[in-house]
């Protein structure tokens, strides 16, 4: 069974840094694609970063291109989020998505989100 | 790029009526759209992908249609536990990847 758990959210204030950690089991995370998707409050879903495998593709939305950086450790199957810079409109519920086997941007399992809340 | 319109923001309907939500890209996306659901506190849930290919473990009242710029996702029959919020999204050509705004299926 896929389990993807979140973890490091928290309140920062504008300008900090933050780093989210996605811990995932029950399938062989070495071979998928990996997805960090963020919600703000009442708000609809907005893709904020993409990376293959084994890191040998990276993509970013340009609203965080330059602040946040995406990487993996496979030995310790952990996806994770560097957030830097960050700025009052990044206030959202972040969530670590799996690649689907089809096609490695569907997202075919989620965890349960982490909260990161910018504001002074 | 494409940007997703979704229509209707809301839709009103009662258990067992049959449902039809809309997904409009501002540009051809192929088949490259998927759907989501996602109840109150929860993460949303792959329901289809490929515009008409349905994810593990979905139910068969959840079909999904359309190619190019105009997609539907219907619900033969709903159920209670199926309102909630719906979301379209495309992996056309990416980077980006985007969504729609959602659609909120409430109990009438």
């Known amino acids: 069974q896929v389990h993807l758990v979140e973890s490091g959210g928290g309140v920062v204030q504008p300008g900090g840094s933050l780093r989210l950690s996605c811990a995932a089991s029950g399938f062989s995370f070495s071979s998928c694609g990996m997805h960090w998707v963020r919600q703000a409050p009442g708000k609809g879903l907005d893709w904020v970063a993409s990376i293959w495998y084994d890191g040998g593709y990276i993509y970013y939305a340009d609203s965080v291109k330059g602040r946040f950086t995406i990487s993996r450790d496979n030995s310790k199957n952990t996806l994770y989020l560097q957030m830097n810079s960050l700025r009052a409109e990044d206030t959202a519920v972040y969530y670590c998505?799996?690649?689907?086997?089809?096609?490695?941007?569907?997202?075919?399992?989620w965890g349960q989100g982490t909260l990161v809340t910018v504001s002074s | 790029e494409t940007v997703l319109t979704q229509s209707p923001g809301t839709l009103s309907l009662s258990p067992g009526q049959r449902a039809t939500l809309s997904c409009r890209a501002s540009q051809s996306v192929s088949s490259y759209l998927a759907w989501y659901q996602q109840k109150p506190g929860q993460a949303p849930r792959l329901l289809i992908y490929?515009?008409?290919n349905r994810a593990t473990g979905i139910p068969g009242r959840f079909s999904g249609s359309g190619s190019g710029t105009d997609f539907t996702l219907t619900i033969s029959s709903l159920e209670p536990e199926d309102f909630a919020v719906y979301y379209c999204q495309h992996r056309s050509n990416w980077p980006p990847i985007t969504f729609g705004q959602g659609t909120r299926l409430e109990i009438k």
């Open positions: 490929d515009a008409s």
């Open positions: 998505a799996k690649g689907h086997s089809s096609d490695w941007a569907n997202f075919d399992c």
